[in-house]
């Protein structure tokens, strides 16, 4: 299987703070996507980065992709109440009719 | 756009009543997926359409579980009979993908529906 896991399961950090949430995956990927899904909701996509890069930033947010440790990280700065909620990495393999896989999450509550 | 279109929000029915939730997906996206998240394991994907046919269908847990996509802009996911352990959030995206070259392959997901089944 190609799940994307993520670490730690759950994060509880100060506002204010980085919060910082790992993926590890298992087979060749064509890229790597960081999803945000609110309580009740549905996800939001965050960040995509395709294999043939390193690091990505968009805002607050930044992305880094090792394909040689299999391994994702979502880094956020300065983390706000707002940034509360589950985040999910996602891979889509390199076959065209690969689907995309979605790991459980990490459950990120900012404190006060 | 209004995005991923879901219906119901909420479903509550009873154990061996059939059970039919709705998708509306991004009109222009050729690829539709059901997804099912409950917070044993976490969020599964079901099944996927692309261009209205059915392509994967190894996650529908059972025969009881039947999706539909009878045309661009409308799929269903049915559950009959249900059960009290379907009971869980419904997902369904849509996304467009574009293959070789640029993977423009962002899912857009729906509010989803909670399902119970009591």
């Known amino acids: 299987s190609q799940q994307g896991e993520e670490d730690p399961q759950a994060l509880s950090i100060q506002e204010g703070e980085n919060a910082t949430m790992n993926c590890s995956y298992k087979?060749?990927?064509?890229?790597l996507q960081w999803y945000r899904q609110n309580s009740g909701r549905g996800l939001v996509h965050l960040i995509l980065?395709?294999?043939?890069?390193r690091e990505k930033h968009s805002g607050r947010l930044r992305v880094t992709l090792d394909t040689s440790k299999k391994s994702s990280s979502l880094l956020i700065t300065a983390s706000r109440a707002a940034d509360t909620a589950s985040y999910f990495c996602?891979?889509?393999?390199?076959?065209?009719?690969?689907?995309?896989?979605f790991g459980k999450g990490t459950r990120l509550h900012i404190l006060p | 756009d209004a995005g991923v279109i879901q219906s119901p929000r909420h479903e509550v029915t009873e154990m061996g009543q059939e059970v039919t939730l709705r998708c509306k997906p991004i009109?222009?996206?050729?690829?539709l997926f059901w997804y099912r998240q409950t917070m044993m394991r976490g969020l599964e994907l079901l099944i996927y359409?692309?261009?209205?046919?059915?392509?994967?269908d190894s996650g529908m847990p059972e025969d009881r579980f039947s999706a539909k996509m009878p045309n661009a802009s409308f799929s269903t996911l049915k559950i009959q009979p249900s059960e009290p352990r379907d009971s869980a959030v419904y997902f369904c995206?849509?996304?467009?993908?574009?293959?070789?070259?640029?993977?423009?392959?962002?899912?857009?997901f729906g509010q989803g529906t909670r399902l119970t089944v009591v």
């Open positions: 995206a849509s996304s467009l993908l574009r293959w070789p070259g640029s993977s423009n392959t962002e899912a857009f």
């Open positions: 087979t060749s990927i064509n890229n």
């Open positions: 980065i395709r294999s043939n890069e």
């Open positions: 996602a891979t889509k393999g390199t076959n065209r009719d690969d689907k995309i896989i």
């Open positions: 009109s222009g996206h050729d690829y």
């Open positions: 359409f692309n261009n209205n046919v059915p392509i994967d």
